[in-house]
């Protein structure tokens, strides 16, 4: 299973040959195509302050060929236990990035990324950068 990070959906809906290359090849291998709420919240509230009702509506239609997962008390757990080992380490990452990651490592995902910045010292994490 993949998880599609924000970046990667925004890639998608601007045409971006490569992603949408490597997104039909995870189709053709029946690869189950996921992201979570808080990729979903990011790119809803990107349309709506561009004010693009019609890409919302067809990121919408996307959504339903996608499985999205939330946040519970597993993630919770997991995410304040990144957080805390990122600090430790002198690394700070946004609290949507380590929720995202949390909800990837708890589901045995690997996330699709072109932040791999962002991501690169959560050693749990399985991390794809298709650009």
């Known amino acids: 299973m993949i998880f599609l990070d924000t970046n990667i959906i925004s890639y998608y809906f601007n045409a971006n040959n ?13 690869v189950e195509i996921c992201t979570t709420i808080i990729n979903i919240y990011e790119i809803v509230k990107g349309f709506r302050w561009k004010n693009n ?4 509506d067809q990121f919408r239609e996307f959504l339903e060929d996608v499985v999205v997962f939330s946040i519970d008390d597993d993630v919770i757990n ?11 380490k002198g690394k700070t990452i946004g609290d949507a990035d380590i929720f995202i990651a949390a909800i990837v490592i ?16 959560i050693e749990q994490l399985n991390l794809i950068n298709w650009l």
Do not use: P
Not at 18 to 30: H, S, T
Not at 106 to 121: A, F, M, P, Q, R
């Open 106 to 121: 708890k589901n045995n995902g690997t996330l699709i990324s072109n932040n791999t910045k962002h991501y690169e010292d």
């Open 18 to 30: 490569n992603v949408k290359e490597k997104l039909m090849e995870a189709v053709d291998d029946d």
């Open 53 to 56: 009702r019609k890409k919302e």
């Open 78 to 88: 997991i995410a304040s236990d990144l957080y805390a080992q990122l600090r430790k």
